[in-house]
């Protein structure tokens, strides 16, 4: 299908349907009185299609920026009036994805988008102008510019390498330098963005249900009864900053952490109590002021309601690996997941979410243990104790992390035999982990283990990390606003048939039930793969799919690719066809191939089917009534005409007249016979 979502590996593919929207925006743009310059409409698609989520489509305030900021300042080498233009060519492309039914309905809407241009486009030009923003790349583009090199001549461009070699290019070396710098150090702006796992759509409880799942949480209760037990007056603290040890007795005691028998010299050796208060001055509730623990005043209002104080509580548990990752002795040092622990645990969670099924501890062991492993040097051929040891500490304080995760009501722990989904993937051509790894989880496939499950308030929380990460990660029941046709996309793109059954449900639940207006979307779609897959998908998770796509045999808009659909499905022999339909059905193949390969694989392939008859071939489908009128419109200017002009060339070249053999110019003298 037209395609709004590619794999960094599908370069071909991204290209054609990049050449395919950049033709028709500026066609659009053309139309309406819009600047679209081609370079920017290009920059615009390059940036989303290296990014996170790399969905062409999906645009709000924060890709807005990052184009206009990061990506172009960095990376685009053009004309200063070229450049100048990059937010209104912007707010064209952004247009047109929403008339053309393109855009992703869970990015920002059209007023917003246009806002963001609108602010944005005011620190445009000083990024701009700003020459550390660029990259080493651009700067040595820029420099063969302004030595009057034409980067498309590649001999020119060779000599220019033999000038710089020869020292003949004059540049400025020192900037040069601190670009080289800010790229090793990585600390200049970074237009660049790994490409992070698409999610599987999944469903939420409603959100009262949430809230009620936050005030039950253990966590909430111990923080807001510290929060009450230190009153407005504060606790006195030692001189070391603890607290004393009668008041951490009594503090154990009321937070029920059984800390308040231990034989401990000083509070600090009662870990319980030591991860309470860490969590709580990270989640802004308390504060230490002239020797004294004290509330903050601001915290009031969150301590009133359990879900914020949850939702805070939440964001600041990864920032608490010290305090979680406790030395099993003084003389202990701190585990390595301890000192990775802000990083490494959002990927556990991530890991976690959208599964089918609980996920076991010993596969997140050994992800987890080998993550650490990359982030520090470690002597593999030292002493096997030592390394033992290590992993047996990163082992310890995971455990615990699910713990405290658990009280906070962010997994759910059980223990059983795990899915045989976990080792599914072990065993092929291409394992995920390394080969001991694997034979050493498939030793263990059918033991009992423990199983980590994200709750319902963990899958929400775990989403909105992702979704502040730039990631896809779709919830049932958010397109339900959608328009039909932006609804359909999404769909057809990045839902599986059974979450894609649940949304449509929803979206129709919500407007009456009325299948018409989808119907409508797919007629006026002017990209024929992508109202093919928008068909496909309607079909797919309807009951009543089937005998829908039999009837729309005879739509005059959605009938070729009904009868496409059918042939396919062997619903339909080629024999069955009419006249008609197998004019409609030459046409819309053609269209297709216009889509996906351009107009020289159009001309291409008729020649090949109609040899010296081609143009009439073509003329043929432009005659067939078909009704996509962007594409047909489309192939008569790209293809047609160019062919017709062609024609016209050869006839104009001067032929023999029929008996002449071949004499040119004014006839000879008659020869006796």
């Known amino acids: 299908m037209m395609r709004?979502?590619?794999?960094?590996?599908?370069?071909?593919?991204?290209?054609?349907?990049?050449?395919?929207?950049?033709?028709?925006?500026?066609?659009?743009?053309?139309?309406?009185?819009?600047?679209?310059?081609?370079?920017?409409?290009?920059?615009?698609?390059?940036?989303?299609?290296?990014s996170r989520?790399?969905?062409?489509?999906?645009?709000?305030?924060?890709?807005?920026?990052?184009?206009?900021?990061?990506?172009?300042?960095?990376?685009?080498?053009?004309?200063?009036?070229?450049?100048?233009?990059?937010?209104?060519?912007?707010?064209?492309?952004?247009?047109?994805?929403?008339?053309?039914?393109?855009?992703?309905?869970?990015?920002?809407?059209?007023?917003?988008?246009?806002?963001?241009?609108?602010?944005?486009?005011?620190?445009?030009?000083?990024?701009?102008?700003?020459?550390?923003?660029?990259?080493?790349?651009?700067?040595?583009?820029?420099?063969?510019?302004?030595?009057?090199?034409?980067?498309?001549?590649?001999?020119?461009?060779?000599?220019?390498?033999?000038?710089?070699?020869?020292?003949?290019?004059?540049?400025?070396?020192?900037l040069l330098d601190n670009l080289v710098k800010a790229q090793f150090l990585d600390?200049?702006?970074?237009?660049?963005?790994?490409?992070?796992?698409?999610?599987?759509?999944?469903?939420?409880?409603?959100?009262?249900e949430l809230a009620e799942a936050a005030a039950k949480s253990r966590v909430v209760w111990q923080l807001t009864r510290l929060a009450g037990w230190v009153g407005a007056d504060g606790r006195q603290l030692t001189a070391a900053g603890h607290l004393r040890l009668g008041d951490a007795r009594e503090l154990a005691g009321l937070l029920e952490t059984e800390e308040q028998e231990m034989k401990v010299r000083s509070s600090a050796e009662m870990p319980r109590i030591g991860l309470l208060l860490a969590w709580a001055k990270k989640a802004?509730?308390?504060?230490?002021?002239?020797?004294?623990?004290?509330?903050?005043?601001?915290?009031?209002?969150?301590?009133?309601?359990?879900?914020?104080?949850?939702?805070?509580?939440?964001?600041v548990f990864f920032e608490l690996g010290a305090a979680i990752g406790v030395p099993a002795a003084t003389w202990s040092a701190s585990s390595l997941l301890v000192e990775t622990f802000d990083e490494v645990l959002p990927d556990?969670?991530?890991?976690?979410?959208?599964?089918?099924?609980?996920?076991?501890?010993?596969?997140?062991?050994?992800?987890?243990?080998?993550?650490?492993?990359?982030?520090?040097?470690?002597?593999?051929?030292?002493?096997?104790?030592?390394?033992?040891?290590?992993?047996?500490?990163?082992?310890?304080?995971?455990?615990?992390?699910?713990?405290?995760?658990?009280?906070?009501?962010?997994v759910e722990l059980s223990h059983g035999v795990p899915d045989e989904l976990y080792f599914s993937?072990?065993?092929?051509?291409?394992?995920?982990?390394?080969?001991?790894?694997?034979?050493?989880?498939?030793?263990?496939?059918?033991?009992?283990?423990?199983?980590?499950?994200?709750?319902?308030?963990?899958?929400?929380?775990?989403?909105?990390?992702?979704?502040?990460?730039g990631r896809d990660v779709p919830l049932v029941g958010e397109l339900a606003d959608a328009p039909p046709a932006e609804l359909l996309g999404v769909l057809a793109q990045h839902y599986p048939p059974e979450q894609a059954a649940l949304e449509l449900e929803g979206w129709l639940t919500a407007h009456g039930g009325d299948i018409a207006p989808l119907l409508g979307a797919i007629r006026a779609c002017p990209f024929r793969t992508r109202a093919a897959a928008m068909l496909a998908s309607l079909v797919e998770v309807r009951a009543d799919g089937r005998s829908m796509l039999a009837r729309a045999r005879h739509d005059p808009a959605l009938g070729p690719i009904a009868v496409t659909a059918l042939l396919e499905a062997g619903d339909l022999r080629p024999e069955d066809l009419t006249p008609q339909e197998q004019l409609s059905l030459l046409a819309e193949g053609l269209l297709v191939l216009l889509e996906l390969g351009g107009p020289e694989?159009?001309?291409?392939?008729?020649?090949?089917?109609?040899?010296k008859d081609a143009l009439e071939m073509v003329e043929a489908v432009l005659?067939?009534?078909?009704?996509?009128?962007?594409?047909?419109?489309?192939?008569?200017?790209?293809?047609?005409?160019?062919?017709?002009a062609r024609v016209h060339r050869l006839r104009l070249v001067r032929t023999p007249a029929p008996g002449s053999h071949g004499r040119h110019g004014r006839p000879g003298k008659k020869r006796k016979r």
Not at 601 to 611: C, F, I, S, T
Not at 623 to 640: N, W
């Open 284 to 315: 802004r509730l308390l504060r230490v002021s002239k020797g004294r623990l004290v509330r903050v005043a601001k915290a009031a209002p969150v301590l009133r309601d359990p879900e914020a104080l949850w939702s805070r509580a939440f964001e």
């Open 187 to 208: 600390s200049g702006p970074r237009s660049y963005q790994e490409r992070a796992f698409a999610q599987l759509p999944v469903a939420l409880p409603p959100a009262a």
């Open 623 to 644: 005659s067939s009534g078909h009704a996509g009128h962007t594409a047909m419109e489309e192939l008569r200017i790209l293809v047609a005409e160019p062919m017709r």
């Open 53 to 174: 989520d790399g969905r062409l489509a999906f645009w709000g305030p924060g890709q807005v920026r990052r184009l206009l900021l990061e990506w172009i300042p960095q990376r685009v080498v053009a004309d200063p009036d070229v450049l100048d233009a990059a937010p209104e060519s912007l707010l064209t492309l952004l247009r047109y994805l929403a008339a053309s039914g393109l855009r992703d309905p869970r990015g920002a809407g059209p007023a917003e988008l246009e806002a963001a241009v609108a602010e944005v486009a005011a620190e445009y030009p000083v990024a701009l102008a700003d020459p550390l923003r660029q990259s080493v790349g651009k700067f040595w583009a820029r420099t063969a510019l302004d030595n009057g090199v034409d980067l498309t001549d590649r001999r020119a461009l060779e000599r220019f390498q033999r000038d710089l070699d020869a020292g003949r290019v004059r540049y400025d070396n020192d």
């Open 425 to 469: 993937d072990l065993q092929g051509a291409e394992q995920p982990l390394p080969p001991e790894v694997c034979a050493r989880l498939l030793r263990g496939r059918d033991k009992p283990d423990l199983l980590i499950e994200l709750t319902p308030l963990g899958l929400r929380a775990v989403r909105e990390q992702m979704l502040a990460d």
């Open 4 to 50: 709004t979502h590619f794999e960094l590996d599908e370069v071909e593919e991204f290209a054609s349907v990049k050449d395919l929207l950049i033709r028709r925006c500026q066609i659009w743009a053309a139309e309406h009185g819009m600047r679209a310059e081609e370079v920017m409409i290009s920059a615009a698609l390059d940036s989303r299609h290296h």
């Open 601 to 611: 694989a159009v001309m291409e392939q008729v020649k090949e089917m109609a040899g």
């Open 348 to 410: 556990v969670l991530n890991s976690a979410y959208g599964m089918p099924s609980p996920v076991p501890l010993a596969r997140l062991k050994e992800t987890v243990w080998l993550t650490c492993q990359e982030y520090f040097v470690l002597d593999q051929a030292g002493d096997d104790v030592r390394q033992k040891l290590w992993r047996r500490l990163v082992e310890r304080d995971l455990l615990m992390a699910f713990e405290v995760l658990s009280e906070l009501g962010v």
